[in-house]
């Protein structure tokens, strides 16, 4: 397992790791509410540690593995960053900031389980220490102790706590059942995105308004700004998927699609098929070589749905079919959509008043569109 690091280490370093310190905070003020956003994830970051703690030695130590794995916190960051519009880091912020970062966590022992993940912040994931069953509770405690957080701020943190776990369980749904028949599989994909990803950053933004009395008025923008790079930063990941450098990302390229999961790229693919021969090609070798449906990764053969039986395709022929989509058109447009998504998010802070809060969240929209992994 990878060994927590010191929490004022963390806390020093996370506003720096996403270009938020030495690249943006020029001026006074502007290192000023570094300092203090640094400061507030110190305290968050040891809270955390407090929060997934548990009494009894197996949900003590399920619970505080991913959390101990590290991660960047993006979302706490993004409450103590909004809270800057109001009166900063007070303790109510500080809770809510844990709790999201906690529902954030809990959120990933389910989709591990889902999606079958074998590795998770460079450690095996949890079901593959504990079994299915035990990353299942794991992360129903989590969502528990969220709950228990967001409590003690009252109803209106209640209320936040509860719509976003719904979107974030109805987003999981619709993944999961794909899209009814007459719905635009693109349009469900990126509703998907706003419920899985996007509700849970505009809840941690809008979080960091509303518990630091900030201006009202700035509440609908914040939100707006987390849902949309929350898309953003989904499909930004779509394209990474297919990365041919797996030391950068920690994923071998085509991970995604190998898994059978859909991704804008191959649902791209599937709308300029029907009118163009060589991307009808590509996709027929994707959905039979990339996306074969045996359960064996060591078999040679699978059969197919009518009885037949096919050869399970190389690991040089599938590397070969996953670069080929990588170089295609439908891949630069997944990039081109994710920069429009980031885009917009930008122009939803039109709003909020010039200065280091607004530079710096702009500065985070381009930071999520030009990371590498």
């Known amino acids: 397992m990878t060994p927590s690091l010191p929490v004022a280490r963390r806390g020093a370093t996370l506003a720096a790791n996403l270009g938020l310190s030495e690249r943006v905070f020029s001026s006074a003020s502007d290192r000023a509410m570094a300092k203090a956003i640094d400061a507030g994830l110190e305290r968050v970051e040891a809270g955390l540690a407090r929060e997934v703690a548990f009494a009894d030695p197996i949900a003590g130590a399920s619970a505080r593995y991913l959390l101990d794995a590290g991660g960047k916190r993006v979302r706490p960051m993004l409450t103590l960053l909004a809270a800057q519009l109001g009166d900063g880091a007070n303790d109510d912020v500080v809770v809510a900031a844990q709790a999201i970062e906690v529902t954030h966590l809990a959120s990933l022992y389910h989709d591990d389980v889902m999606d079958e993940s074998e590795r998770r912040r460079g450690v095996p994931s949890a079901q593959t220490v504990w079994g299915n069953s035990v990353a299942i509770l794991t992360g129903d405690l989590l969502f528990a102790r969220a709950s228990q957080l967001m409590a003690r701020l009252g109803e209106r943190a209640i209320k936040l706590q509860a719509d976003t776990f719904e979107r974030l369980v109805m987003g999981q749904l619709h993944e999961t059942v794909g899209p009814q028949p007459g719905e635009d599989p693109i349009a469900h994909y990126i509703q998907v995105l706003a419920d899985k990803t ?29 849902e949309k790079i929350g898309i953003a930063f ?53 959905e039979r070589d990339v996306m074969p449906p045996t359960p064996d990764p060591a ?27 990588r170089e295609h058109e439908v ?22 008043p010039d200065g280091p809060v607004k530079k710096a969240l702009t500065r985070f929209a381009d930071t999520i569109v030009e990371r590498s992994s």
């Open 331 to 352: 891949t630069r447009a997944t990039l081109a959509e994710a920069h429009r998504w980031a885009r917009d998010a930008v122009d939803a802070l039109d709003v909020l």
């Open 299 to 325: 078999a040679l053969v699978y059969e197919t749905n009518t009885g037949a039986s096919r050869i399970i395709a190389s690991p040089d022929t599938i590397d070969g079919i996953i670069a080929e989509l």
């Open 198 to 226: 996007g509700s849970l950053i505009a809840a941690a933004a809008q979080s960091g308004v509303v518990f630091s009395n900030a201006d009202p008025a700035y509440e609908q923008p914040i939100v707006d700004f987390g």
């Open 234 to 286: 989904q499909l930004i990941d779509d394209v990474i998927d297919l990365s041919p450098k797996p030391e950068t990302t920690g994923k071998v390229p085509g991970t995604d699609l190998r898994a059978g999961v859909v991704t804008l790229p191959l649902l791209r693919l599937r709308e300029v098929a029907t009118a163009d021969a060589s991307s009808a090609a590509l996709l027929e070798r994707i």
